[in-house]
């Protein structure tokens, strides 16, 4: 989306949000809650093709695109982040064993081949109850980036999941960041930021800086794997360290060089053993 298009965003929502604050404060959330979503590339599609099985789930009124490896008794799931989808888990795919694990992978509504075009962190995280109350109980759950918050946000709403382990890969920290980055970005005056706020509130119930990873954390029991690269710039390092300090049965791993993405083979490795 190009500077043009962004300003004449922001120069509409601070006129709407001024003249109509109803309206402007329901098309800003939304605007806020809209992954883009990202055409998947033919190879992307060959891989996801070779499930084992592929299957849909029925979410809010709208299909969830899920793909299933192994029939092994330990069932581990796959939650990709923001405007990414399941081919991203690729490297583990292959590398857990299809005897030992049952791997399910999600993309998430407005993401990859499921359908909608909206998503926050309670909508991620309905999902993710609803998959595991199906499932009953879980080994692992493996995340990256938001489908990291997601989890842990659900494990900490409802501890009686049963989960076994976690792993949380280049986690962001606190909605209030992205909040803020949006309001940057679209330059949203302070009436508009105060408007979209306030209809945050009222449809999620709480506000943006309700929702920080290291308060979630506190509560989990369960053993957690966090791993993060000093130089992300999407998620900065500083939160995996806050959480890592809150969440007591935890382990950091901190990489350096790898950005937000962590594509590394040792790091696989490190994720295969720990589940």
Known sequence: MNKIIIKSIGVY????????????????????????????????LEFLNQAEEKFTINYTGKKVQGYRWGKGEKKVLLLHGWQSHSYWWRYIINRLSKEEFTIFSLDAPGHGLSEGDFLNLPHYSGLIEQFIIEHQSLHAILTHSFG???????????????????????????????????????????????????????????????????????TLHQPGLII?????????????VAMNEAW???????????????KSKELV?????FI
């Open 13 to 44: 929502l601070n006129i709407l949000c001024l003249i109509a604050p109803k309206a402007g404060g329901k098309k800003g959330f939304e605007l806020f809650c809209w992954p883009r979503r990202i055409k998947m590339k033919p190879h992307q």
């Open 269 to 273: 490795e490190q994720v295969a053993n």
């Open 148 to 218: 990291g918050f997601a989890s842990v946000y659900t494990l900490h709403r409802l501890p009686q999941l049963q989960v076994s382990k976690m792993v949380v890969m280049a986690a962001p920290g606190e909605v209030r960041h992205f909040f803020n980055y949006y309001q940057q970005i679209l330059g949203l005056s302070a009436k508009a930021g105060q408007v979209i706020t306030d209809h945050f509130i009222k449809t999620i119930g709480h506000p943006p800086s309700y929702f920080q990873m290291k308060e979630f954390a506190k």
């Open 248 to 262: 007591k049965n935890s382990t950091l791993i901190s990489t350096t060089g790898l950005g937000h993405n962590l």
């Open 228 to 240: 993060h690269d000093t130089e992300d710039k999407e998620a900065p390092y500083k939160n995996a």
